[in-house]
């Protein structure tokens, strides 16, 4: 569905150009729906080898769907369902290899296998969840979510 990167440089350097862009587009912008819009969209041109990429905002006591890019999705999660539910429920990241391993995992996409799930915090409190899906195993290592957390934290400075 999405491209492969046509970034150069280090995988590091990379999220620091794509954090760089999302800063310079969001600045000034008060709309959450705006931002979380362009951050999705930055991350679907950004990241290769994905299928879907968006947001799941907290709205009490589950997560509801944001601005993503990719096939329709699952509307509602509970917190501690699923893998952004969990995440939501932890606040803290999680990569997973194989989807179809993870107890409880909610397929909203039969062709996802690994995912990795960044929780949007600001001042301590859960805003939602960034969440990413690939059609590959194991897609996703420790540069991976080095990178989407520190994007992750710039986004929340927007929201």
Request: with cysteine.
């Amino acid at each position: 569905m999405f491209q492969t990167s046509h970034y150069s440089g280090t995988k590091q350097e990379q999220y620091s150009l794509v954090t760089k862009q999302l800063e310079a587009l969001a600045a000034g912008e008060l709309n959450q729906i705006a931002n979380l819009s362009n951050a999705s969209a930055l991350l679907g041109q950004f990241l290769g080898r994905i299928n879907w990429v968006g947001f799941y905002l907290n709205d009490g006591n589950e997560l509801v769907l944001g601005p993503f890019q990719g096939l329709p999705a699952c509307v509602r999660i509970p917190f501690g369902k699923g893998v952004c539910g969990t995440v939501a429920a932890q606040q803290k990241t999680l990569r997973v290899a194989d989807v179809h391993e993870f107890p409880g995992h909610i397929a909203c996409d039969a062709a996802s296998r690994s995912e990795i799930v960044v929780p949007l915090l600001k001042d301590g409190n859960l805003i939602g969840v960034l969440d990413i899906d690939s059609p590959e195993v194991n897609r996703f290592d420790e540069e991976d979510e080095a990178g989407l957390t520190h994007f992750a934290d710039m986004l929340v400075r927007f929201l």
